[in-house]
Every structure is written in C-alpha cells, then in structure tokens.
T-cell receptor, first 112, second 112 residues
C-alpha cells in the first residue's frame, strides 16, 4: 500500500543531543513537508521541499535541519539548538496540482 | 499575511445533533481549502477538499463544507453527530499549490 512512514513513533532523547526523525513515502510525490504540532497551536511548518536536492525554511526552522537526497525520503534533524524540542512531529507529502497533503502517523519526541 | 482561522478551540455537541465547525481564510484570491481530522497520537486524515469546482463539497463520514467567497468561509457541517466523530479537526488552505497553512484546530466532543 502506498503511504508515508514515519519512524520511530516514540523517541526519547537527552537534552543537548541531536536526533533524526525518519520520513519515507512511496507515493511518488514531489513535495514533502515537516510540521510541528503543539497543543492549541495547530500545525506549524518547519521545512518543505518541492523537489529533490532543494528545500526551503518554513515558519519555525531555527534549530532544525533537513536533507532531500532522494525523492522518497525527507529526514528531519532536531539539533541541540532547538530550545524546546519536545513535540509531535508530522511529515506530509503532496504533488501538484491542487492536491491534498498526505500525512504520516507522526513521531512524538520527548527530550528530558 | 495569508492565514486560516478556526473559531472555537473546543466544541461540544450531543450525539445526533448538528455539528458546525467554523473556518475563515484571509485572502483576496480564493485558495484551495481542506478539512482534516486527527485522532489522538495519529496523523491527519483528509475529510474533504475544495478546489474551485462545486461550492458545496461532500466528504467522508457524512461531513460536508460550503465555500462562501463573500464571507471567506469554509465551515464544516454534519447533520447528526456520532460518538466516533470525537476528534480534532483542522482547516487548511493552499494558495500556491505546495504550501499549506493550517488553523489551530477544533476539538469536537460528542456527548451521549
């Protein structure tokens, strides 16, 4: 079945450590996105990529980094520079024109 | 700035009652509009989308939404709530094909 796979579902890290969240899609979508979700704040865009080897900062990119070396993969690294990394992270993909975004099941990151 | 506003962070209805979740967008150009549903600790699932065809859009699980350009609104309705409708609902807009903006979400509680 086609879809988006995020792994792991739950992730615990110590403060000061970098951590990478995985996102893989087999939908052959051009665009991929990373969102951060906090209670009462909806989804905030971290990074997005419209094509391989290209990506743009979203609204809250500070403390995060991404790469897009393959069409199907868009990993997100949460660095130690991110002040408050504990959150639910959602990966999505879409392809134009006018189509919806398809979401993975999310990764809940807890930094202690 | 382009944005989407959801009125009411929490809505409570009785089982069998009408569900009305409100969404307004800010743009002089009609965007592409979406409603998503999210169950706890899961990703977002598309309920319905408006892409400049019919203004009344029917989605899954008995939900529908009406695009009203004069009011810049895209409210979500369902004639009769079911206990399984309890979830968080997000309105989203897409202005330039591959950048989505989400509202802050509305949690729907359904009382027996």
């Amino acid at each position: 079945d086609g879809g988006i796979t995020q792994s792991p579902k739950y992730l615990f890290r110590k403060e000061g450590q970098n951590v990478t969240l995985s996102c893989e899609q087999n939908l052959n979508h051009d665009a991929m996105y990373w969102y951060r979700q906090d209670p009462g704040q909806g989804l905030r865009l971290i990074y997005y990529s419209q094509i391989v080897n290209d990506f743009q900062k979203g609204d809250i990119a500070e403390g995060y980094s991404v790469s897009r070396e393959k069409k199907e993969s868009f990993p997100l690294t949460v660095t130690s520079a991110q002040k408050n990394p504990t959150a639910f992270y959602l990966c999505a993909s879409s392809t134009p024109p006018n189509t919806e975004a398809f979401f993975g099941q999310g990764t809940r990151l807890t930094v202690v | 700035a382009q944005s989407v506003t959801q009125l009411g962070s929490h809505v409570s209805v009785s089982e069998g009652a009408l569900v009305l979740l409100r969404c307004n967008y800010s743009s002089s150009v009609p965007p592409y509009l979406f409603w998503y549903v999210q169950y706890p600790n899961q990703g977002l699932q598309l309920l319905l989308k408006y892409t400049s065809a019919a203004t009344l859009v029917k989605g899954i699980n008995g939900f529908e939404a009406e695009f009203k350009k004069s009011e810049t609104s895209f409210h979500l309705t369902k004639p009769s709530a079911h206990m399984s409708d309890a979830a968080e609902y997000f309105c989203a807009v897409n202005y330039n094909f591959n950048k989505f903006y989400f509202g802050s979400g509305t949690k729907l509680n359904v009382k027996p």
